[in-house]
């Protein structure tokens, strides 16, 4: 697994062949198998493929339309549609995306209380041990991933039409690459760890 951590990449060019319905179900049962916090396991997947990513997409694309009328939720971070909607262009080459769902989080929006904060963090960083796990299985096996946070320009719409209980939180897309980038800069060991003894 240390080999899958350092050769793991963010891929954005991906190839048509398809994913095996073996390989899929590894992956997403390597994400199960993440921590969770007092294990609440408060994860789903939405695998998102065919004439249903093409659903998924038009929602998106939408979202992002209302984001840029200024009927906006992120209207401080308009730098990055540009972004997101190349991020719906890799979407659209990757023959699958999966949808991750909290199922026990509130609406975006929701005020909490102190304790109901800290329960949503502990589930927000179960969901992001079981990407993690996801993304390692899926390089294991020479399949391309990128974990996708833009799906938040297009929150209401991508909500509106995944019609389950929960908060989304983040989308994968997967596929066998067509590219093979470089190892993106790290920060220094000596600027990111303290020490103490």
Same mark, same amino acid.
Request: charged residues 25%.
């Given at each position: $697994? ?42 789903? +997947? ?38 997101a909607k190349y991020t719906v262009e890799? $979407? ?26 800290? +329960? ?13 796990? $996801? ?29 389950c209980h929960g908060q989304l939180i ?28």
């Amino acid at each position: $697994m240390i080999d899958a951590i350092y050769d793991r990449r963010s891929i954005r060019k991906f190839s048509t062949t398809p994913i095996s319905e073996k390989d899929l179900t590894d992956i997403i049962q390597s994400g199960i198998k993440a921590p969770s916090s007092k294990n609440r396991q408060p994860w789903k +997947y939405i695998v998102v493929q065919g004439r249903a990513k093409e659903e998924m997409l038009k929602a998106f694309r939408q979202g992002i339309a209302r984001e840029e009328r200024g009927d906006a939720l992120l209207p401080e971070s308009r730098q990055h549609i540009a972004g997101a909607k190349y991020t719906v262009e890799i $979407m659209e080459e990757a023959p699958v995306s999966i949808l991750v769902v909290n199922t026990l989080g509130k609406e975006l929006l929701s005020q909490l209380t102190p304790e109901e904060r800290i +329960y949503d963090i502990c589930n927000i960083q179960s969901i992001s041990a079981s990407i993690q796990n $996801m993304l390692l299985a899926a390089t294991e096996k020479g399949i391309g991933s990128l974990w996708i946070c833009d799906i938040y320009f297009a929150y209401e719409e991508l909500c509106q039409w995944l019609n389950c209980h929960g908060q989304l939180i983040a989308a994968v897309a997967l596929g066998y690459p067509k590219e093979f980038p470089k190892e993106r800069p790290r920060r220094k060991m000596e600027d990111v760890v303290e020490w103490r003894s």
